[in-house]
């Protein structure tokens, strides 16, 4: 059975950097034609894409906020990283990670873990 | 970026009834679009993909269509489980994936 979990601080300082963890099971980071992306969702709007990374390292950003995203993978632990540098209280949200399958190209998540909200103010 | 729209952006639906909930994207993705159903307090979860194609131990009352720029998903008898948000994806033109402002479907 497949399983993701989030992973952040609750709260963050504007301008400061948020680190998200995704903590999966189930699978593994290497396994061939898997990938872990991360999405998120301010309160009462919809989905964003943020990020991707796929099993043969290869990296997928949102190009509106590319500049602010780091995505990583630590296989030894089964942990997807992603890090987004001056955060606003804009970026306040639910941020989830998700599992996707890869088929010549980008999927769908077909499992998510539950999210983790994350505020920002001073 | 591929813009994609759904409408209405709220449904109201009298349990056992039929929901048909729209999205239309800004350009071609062929078939390579999602629906993703949330639930209060929930994550997402994954209903179709491949426009047409239900997952893993999802509902036969759940049912997607269309390609191109025009979809549809239907819900053939509400169940008091589906009163939800809905979500449409694409993963076409990439980057960045795209969802859709979400339908809400509720009570009538």
């Known amino acids: 059975q497949i399983t993701l979990e989030e992973s952040a601080p609750t709260l963050v300082k504007p301008s400061q950097t948020l680190t998200l963890t995704c903590t999966v099971s189930?699978?593994?980071?290497?396994?061939?034609?898997?990938?872990v992306g991360w999405i998120r969702q301010p309160p009462g709007k919809a989905l964003e894409f943020l990020a991707l990374?796929?099993?043969?390292?290869?990296?997928r950003y949102n190009p509106s906020l590319n500049s602010r995203l780091t995505i990583t993978k630590n296989t030894s632990k089964n942990q997807v990283v992603l890090t987004m540098t001056n955060m606003d209280p804009v970026d306040t949200a639910t941020y989830y990670c998700?599992?996707?399958?890869?088929?010549?190209?980008?999927?769908?998540?077909?499992?998510w873990g539950k999210g983790t909200t994350v505020t920002v103010s001073s | 970026e591929t813009v994609m729209t759904q409408s209405p952006a709220t449904l109201a639906v009298s349990p056992g009834e039929r929901a048909t909930l729209s999205c239309r994207a800004s350009?071609?993705?062929?078939?390579?679009l999602a629906w993703y159903q949330q639930r209060p307090g929930q994550a997402p979860r994954l209903l179709i993909y491949?426009?047409?194609t239900r997952a893993s131990d999802i509902p036969a009352r759940f049912s997607g269509s269309g390609s191109g720029t025009e979809f549809t998903l239907t819900i053939s008898s509400l169940q008091s489980e589906d009163f939800a948000v809905y979500y449409c994806?694409?993963?076409?033109?990439?980057?960045?994936?795209?969802f859709g402002q979400g339908t809400k479907v509720e009570v009538k």
């Open positions: 990374i796929y099993w043969d390292n290869d990296k």
């Open positions: 994806q694409q993963y076409f033109n990439w980057p960045p994936w795209t």
């Open positions: 998700a599992h996707s399958p890869y088929r010549n190209g980008p999927l769908y998540m077909d499992v």
């Open positions: 491949d426009a047409s």
């Open positions: 189930g699978f593994s980071l290497t396994t061939a034609r898997v990938g």
């Open positions: 350009e071609s993705v062929r078939g390579n």
